[in-house]
């Protein structure tokens, strides 16, 4: 059982930051992949990106170049730094450890961008 948790989203206006971190249990962190995924209202929950024990990173076209995925293997911690942010990222934001084929999720934290 991996347990997941988020840091607190925000409200921000457009063009500002913020950095979301996620904290999950296990001994054997550098093995998972942890992502991030979000979903707004009446929509699904999308991708953002993911990361590699590695480090290789994927991103959702709709966030590269903005936003940037990592992560701290002896901090057990991934960590979303979003920069200029739009009203349309305005979402619930949901950190997600891969391991093997099973999902573990965090409880989400809502991020709230206006214009």
């Known amino acids: 059982q991996v347990q997941l948790v988020e840091s607190e989203g925000g409200l921000v206006q457009a063009g500002e930051s913020l950095r979301l971190s996620c904290a999950a249990s296990?001994?054997?962190?550098?093995?998972?992949?942890m992502g991030w995924y979000r979903q707004a209202p009446g929509k699904p929950r999308d991708l953002v990106a993911t990361v590699t024990g590695g480090g290789i990173t994927n991103y959702a076209d709709s966030v590269k170049g903005r936003f940037t995925i990592s992560r701290d293997n002896a901090k057990n911690t991934v960590y979303l730094q979003m920069n200029s942010l739009k009203p349309e990222d305005t979402a619930v934001y949901y950190c997600n450890a891969r391991v093997g084929v099973i999902n573990y999720w965090g409880r989400g934290t809502q991020v709230t961008v206006s214009s």
């Open positions: 296990g001994s054997i962190f550098s093995s998972y992949v």
